[in-house]
């Protein structure tokens, strides 16, 4: 070891933080899926793969969220 530390009993200066992790069950995102065959434009699939790559996410997780915002919203 190259040097020992030293430890003191001087008193810590900080804020105990309210607990924001969500618990173990609140991590686990199923939701029930339905399988579609769709047609899309090329151009919609070669965007949607782009940001996918970029972000390390699936095109096709991102293209639901972005539908289930939008019905989420014209739901109301």
């Not at 070891?1 to 618990?23: A, H, L």
Request: hydrophobic share 35%; aromatic share 10%.
């Amino acid at each position: 070891m190259k040097k020992k530390i030293q430890y003191t009993n001087e008193p810590v200066n900080g804020k105990r933080v309210k607990d924001f992790i969500p618990s173990p069950e609140n991590l686990v995102f199923k939701e029930d899926n339905v399988r579609v065959t769709i047609t899309l434009s090329k151009r919609s699939i070669a965007y949607f793969k782009k940001w996918a790559n970029a972000q390390h996410a699936h095109y096709q997780t991102m293209m639901r969220k972005v539908l289930d915002t939008y019905a989420m919203h014209h739901a109301k």
